[in-house]
């Protein structure tokens, strides 16, 4: 008995093999997809979930301004504030959200040394996420203003 040709048995009635191997093959190919794409398909499920308190979404991420204006001055959520009142208001802070990013504006004139002082405030009270301001350049004049993504190119532009 061979495989990929026909033989006759002996006996009245002929008897001839199939070749199953490319039905196999076909076979474990479908099963493969299925398993790549379970994934794909279980996403487009709808649901009706159960309701818990616990399930709630995360609160949106909290956070104070701390501004140095080019003489040195700091302000904590746009009041001026000295040294003392500044570390009391970032330990106020942290104490109502440990999670509280800083946002540190300091004017580009201010001296590297103080924007670091304030710094170490935010750190000393607790508060690691500190996050720097800045502003985009102003376009040139004469130049068109960055395209949104998506939108048309302006008349005379390549794309």
């Not at 001839?16 to 076909?26: E, K, L, Q």
């Not at 190919?29 to 709630?56: E, N, Y």
């Not at 000295?82 to 942290?94: G, R, T």
Request: hydrophobic share 45%; no cysteine.
């Amino acid at each position: 008995m061979a495989f990929g040709r026909l033989e006759r048995t002996k006996g009245s009635e002929p008897m001839y093999d199939i070749n199953v191997t490319p039905m196999v093959d076909v076979m474990l190919v479908l099963v493969v997809i299925f398993i790549l794409t379970a994934p794909l398909l279980a996403s487009s499920i709808r649901l009706d979930l159960p309701k818990t308190d616990g399930a709630k979404p995360g609160d949106p991420p909290q956070f104070v301004t701390v501004a140095v204006d080019q003489a040195g001055q700091a302000f904590f959520n746009d009041k001026p504030v000295d040294a003392a009142e500044l570390s009391v208001a970032l330990q106020q802070a942290k104490l109502d959200n440990p999670d509280t990013e800083v946002q540190l504006r300091a004017d580009q004139g201010v001296p590297y040394g103080r924007v670091v002082e304030v710094m170490g405030e935010a750190q000393k009270a607790g508060l690691n996420r500190i996050g720097f301001v800045a502003e985009a350049p102003a376009p040139a004049p004469g130049a068109a203003p960055p395209a949104a993504a998506g939108a048309p190119p302006a008349a005379g532009t390549a794309r």
